[in-house]
């Protein structure tokens, strides 16, 4: 688990602590106090205010608790302080500030010598763009994850085309996720369920092979008769053959096959889809971890 | 702090006369968040059947707006919305008004608006859903603008609910069940505002914005459903039985270790995930440790129980109460199991997370409601039950439902969680989880049968009742072999 130790490291580099937001704030106010001020004192008030807030809402909620006996609308004030209290430590500390700092995570510059590669991570270009909003639409996320667990605790980073790797056997397993694969999106589809597979990496699965990720969108059944997806139809435009014929029409077998003389064609929509899926690829390199996987640094 | 007196030799004329008037000044509101609710009920149990059959017959009835991915959000919107916090209003708003003694004065038309503005929101959520605004977050996949609807409506609840209390009258005995109730209506606008605020309008969330759902699902559980539902449960055990609550320690230490651990639950769903590892470490330890807590309450339920399981069989609104808490400490250790780091990583996006919502929102939430409803209807309506086979028939219907949509999931859960841990499938397809799964679905699709079955006839009930067509009786109507006419020893003490 050397990757995400190291990824954890470089995170807390990152410019995201409450004292740096008031530094920034401050404009260069600090820059002019000495370095024991700014590296000891400023800490340590830092600290000792947060134990005293917390000291105090500590007694406020074991007050309240033992006034919460008697009754009238002192009673009341009583109870609603007490659950104030005791709301307020997971809504601020497991809620509110994880959510204002992630705001200001950002990409990762890549270093060249000791990377083997430039650039961002993760890459600007790996944002999810309008096929997100179908995918979310249609509720994929009821039965496909895009989350890789650990190597330790499950199986999914040795699955066969779980990585980049799509040879019979991979020499290792795919990296897990880290929270800035999903850096850019608005919200992550982790998922709900696996009823279907994980699709985290899926765009490897499917490189050269879009016409199979229509078909699969299209009719799931003409891959795996087993299949329990959906076959989203209405995705797709079936029309009269006009000419030679649509360069993207889908090659559909025996009785998936439209009637003679027609034809089955993506829309727009089921394009940006396939855009999207063929896009999930968050295996990107993560910085100072090159050592670990030499062919991606060999890129 | 002393146990409610809940004898009947206390109740005299007056109080009889006061329980009447507020009875009355409720009546609007409150049958009209029951009818509501039982109509969405048959909806969520309507799209219940449709979304088990549509994962083995994925081609069954398919059209644009019926597929798995739109109906299944579809069919837990109208659980939790339309039917669970609906009804749990409704038994909110009965519940506080009786325990601190306070009428409505006035405002019911209001309240009615209230509820109209509530069922909107939740017919445009789940339009929404089906016809192209699924958001995919979970439990919140309507399109962003219903959530303020949503959370005016219930605002207009609460603060009404919170002021009776505010205002109570009573000021002797023990306010244990209005304290669930008053939690609950303050944390669930908290939880709500927070994660819709943050899902819809923070952006850029990532993962961290998947966590807060997760977060938001177990919030609502956890500090909505579970106060709502043990708060009413705390007021028709002893109501009913006639003795009053075994220890008011444990209750008071249930209640606040509830306050305490309740809203630092939910990210262990993604153990393993891209969280930050404290976060789901947090999860899993409160998924836990939520077995103290339920566990004081159910041994609490039990003491004030003991000796009185006549009653059980008697009153049907103790009978489905008595479940609803038996369902309870069951529903925390199936959140312990999926919680827990050793057994949640082998049911981890498995059929067992849909086993936990059920059990928590239907088996236990679901059961204390159609207690509640059971007893405060007819004080409401004026007339009694009709027809004692119509409510065996609900409540056996339903028992079995739930119990075989429970076991099914979280015994197909781990089948599923089997197979895709299953070495030898490293090469393989999801093969062996589709059809490994396959006949455990079909059963549940089975089960929710036989709860729609149920939930006609409790709908039907509910109508005739809210028609002012029931018994015209002086004796409630009651369960078991006894001849309900020539027995109304319980009758009297129920009645109270």
């Given amino acids: 688990m050397n990757e995400t130790s190291i990824a954890d490291k470089t995170l807390t580099e990152q410019p995201i602590g409450l004292l740096d937001f008031f530094k920034n704030a401050l404009g260069d106010f600090f820059s002019h106090l000495p370095d024991v001020i700014q590296n000891v004192a400023l800490p340590l008030l830092k600290w000792v205010i947060l134990i005293a807030l917390g000291l105090f809402i500590l007694s406020r909620v074991v007050k309240a608790i033992t006034h919460v006996g008697t009754h009238g609308t002192q009673h009341f004030r009583g109870f609603v302080l007490a659950l104030t209290a005791t709301f307020a430590a997971p809504l601020f500390l497991l809620i509110i500030i994880p959510a204002l700092k992630h705001q200001h995570i950002h990409a990762i510059a890549y270093d060249k010598e000791r990377d083997g590669v430039e650039g961002f991570y993760p890459p600007a270009d790996a944002k999810a763009g309008l096929g997100q909003t179908v995918y979310a639409r249609e509720g994929c996320v009821q039965c496909h994850t895009q989350m890789i667990r650990p190597a330790q605790i499950a199986l999914d980073a040795w699955r066969h085309g779980a990585g980049e790797n799509q040879d019979a056997r991979a020499p290792g397993p795919v990296r897990s996720n880290t929270l800035r694969d999903y850096l850019g999106e608005p919200y992550a589809f982790l998922g709900v369920q696996r009823n279907g597979p994980d699709l985290t990496n899926a765009g490897y699965r499917f490189t050269d092979k879009r016409s199979d990720l229509h078909l699969h969108i299209y009719a799931p059944k003409v891959l795996n008769d087993w299949s329990n997806a959906p076959a989203y139809k209405h995705l797709y435009e079936v029309r009269q053959i006009q000419g030679a014929g649509s360069a993207k029409a889908l090659k559909l077998p025996g009785k998936f096959a439209p009637k003679a003389g027609f034809e089955v064609v993506p829309t727009a929509e089921a394009e940006q889809l396939a855009d999207y899926i063929l896009s999930l690829k968050k295996d990107f390199l993560i910085p100072g971890t090159a050592v670990a996987s030499t062919d991606k640094a060999k890129k | 702090m002393q146990p409610v007196a809940t004898n009947s030799e206390s109740d005299s004329n007056a109080d009889n006369l006061r329980r009447a008037a507020i009875d009355r000044s409720l009546k609007g509101p409150v049958l009209f968040l029951f009818t509501n609710a039982a109509f969405w009920l048959m909806a969520s149990t309507v799209l219940g059947v449709l979304a088990a059959l549509k994962l083995v017959l994925p081609d069954f009835l398919n059209c644009e707006y019926l597929t798995y991915g739109r109906i299944q959000p579809a069919h837990i919107a109208a659980l939790v919305y339309g039917w669970g916090i609906q009804v749990g209003l409704g038994v909110s708003l009965w519940l506080v008004a009786r325990r601190c003694a306070v009428e409505l004065k006035s405002g019911q038309g209001t309240l009615i608006l209230f509820g109209v503005i509530w069922n909107i929101g939740v017919t445009l959520s789940i339009a929404g859903i089906l016809f192209g605004g699924n958001t995919s977050k979970e439990w919140l996949e309507f399109p962003a603008y219903v959530w303020p609807v949503l959370l005016m409506a219930f605002l207009g609840f609460a603060w009404r609910i919170a002021s009776m209390y505010a205002h109570a009258q009573r000021t002797e005995g023990f306010m244990l069940s209005a304290q669930y109730i008053v939690g609950a209506c303050f944390w669930f606008p908290w939880v709500f505002i927070t994660a819709n605020y943050a899902l819809n309008h923070m952006g850029n969330l990532g993962a961290i914005g998947t966590g807060i759902d997760a977060w938001y699902i177990h919030s609502v559980i956890l500090l909505f459903f579970v106060p709502v539902g043990v708060g009413s449960a705390y007021y028709f055990i002893p109501k009913i039985t006639g003795q009053s609550i ?129 007893y405060i209807v007819p004080r409401l309506a004026g007339c009694e039950w009709l ?110």
């Fill in chain 2, 246 to 374: 075994h220890s008011a320690q444990l209750a008071n230490m249930g209640f606040w270790m509830l306050a305490i651990l309740g809203g630092w639950s939910g990210m262990q769903r993604f153990i393993g995930g891209p969280l930050p590892a404290w976060m789901p470490g947090v999860g899993s330890m409160v998924g836990v440790l939520m077995m103290i807590p339920v566990g004081l309450v159910a041994w609490n339920h039990h003491l004030t129980t003991l000796g009185a399981h006549r009653q059980v069989a008697v009153s049907p609104a103790l009978r489905f109460t008595f479940f609803g808490a038996i369902f309870y400490p069951v529903s925390s250790i199936l959140l312990a199991l999926i919680s827990s780091p050793v057994t949640g990583i082998g049911f981890q996006f498995t059929h067992a997370w849909y086993g936990f919502q059920i059990i928590a929102v239907y088996g236990f939430f679901s059961m204390c409601a159609f207690g509640a409803i059971y």
């Fill in chain 2, 387 to 496: 027809s004692v086979r119509l409510i065996n028939n609900h409540f056996w219907f339903s028992v079995y439902g739930v119990g075989a949509i429970v076991i099914m999931s979280v015994v197909s859960g781990m089948q599923q969680g089997a197979a895709m841990e299953n070495p030898e499938n490293w090469n393989g397809t999801w093969y062996d989880v589709v059809m490994g799964t396959r006949g455990y679905i079909v059963a549940r699709a089975m089960a929710w049968a036989l709860i729609l079955w149920s939930n006609v006839w409790f709908l039907i009930h509910l109508l005739l009742m809210v028609a002012g067509l029931g018994r015209r009786s002086s004796a409630p109507t009651l369960l078991g072999h006894d001849d309900h006419e020539t027995e109304p020893t319980i009758a009297e003490g129920a009645k109270a």
